[in-house]
């Protein structure tokens, strides 16, 4: 069945380090690819979003690239801030289902 | 605008008690769903509904009921609390126009079963 893994945490980076969180994901056909984010003691909110292959997401100064041949979402941001501590969740979604699939979830803290 | 509401934010109850988690949206939503949230265990679907009048069962079912009788609502029942329900649930919603749209959580409620 359709699944999405994500890089085991928790990821911990002084502030203005780079970051990564890698995302693969295992699904028929074209799948939409999401990254949430959840902030302590919230739900969680879309981050960002690509709809086909080779789309890039942005936002906020994260991004991620749809990699049809890999099978990978991975999220990037070049300098992350204190309040970028987070909890960042990989998901993806398919034409015609109802179903949202999230990864298990990877915990970011970024020391000032 | 409010978005997705969930009533309430904390929860303790007793092995065995029964009790109703509220939840709400506004954005006028086909799609809503419940999940409970474990720590290591990610986002896990308890039941979701297309419409009014319509749920059915996610991954993990087992001790819950849910009714869809409006758009805007969503309850979620527990017939007879256990510890293993201890956890946190979210309430979600999203429009029914395809599977590149988000989901919009709620807050988010924290039940502890002892």
């Known amino acids: 069945g359709d699944s999405v893994t994500q890089m085991e945490g928790p990821v911990t980076l002084s502030e203005e380090a780079f970051l990564t969180i890698n995302c693969t994901y295992t699904a028929t056909g074209y799948p939409s690819l999401f990254w949430y984010v959840q902030y302590p003691g919230e739900g969680l909110q879309l981050l960002l979003k690509?709809?086909?292959?080779?789309d890039k997401g942005s936002n906020k100064g994260f991004e991620a690239t749809y990699r049809k041949e890999t099978t990978s979402f991975h999220l990037e941001k070049g300098s992350v801030q204190v309040s970028d501590s987070a909890v960042y969740f990989c998901a993806l979604s398919k034409t015609g289902g109802f179903k949202t699939i999230f990864g298990a979830g990877t915990r970011l803290f970024v020391k000032a | 605008n409010a978005g997705v509401t969930q009533t309430p934010k904390f929860q303790v109850l007793k092995t065995g008690q029964s009790m109703t988690l509220q939840c709400a949206q506004d954005?006028?939503?086909?799609?809503m769903s419940w999940y409970r949230q474990d720590p290591g265990m990610g986002l896990r679907l308890i039941h979701y509904?297309?419409?009014?009048?319509?749920?059915d069962q996610g991954e993990v079912p087992n001790g819950y009921n849910v009714s869809r009788s409006t758009t805007e609502d969503f309850p979620l029942r527990l017939l007879s609390a256990a510890p293993s329900q201890t956890s946190v649930y979210f309430c979600a919603s999203r429009t029914s126009g395809g599977a590149s749209y988000e989901q919009y959580f709620g807050p988010g409620t924290r039940l502890t079963v002892t």
């Open positions: 509904s297309v419409g009014a009048g319509i749920t």
């Open positions: 690509a709809t086909k292959a080779d």
């Open positions: 954005m006028n939503h086909e799609y």
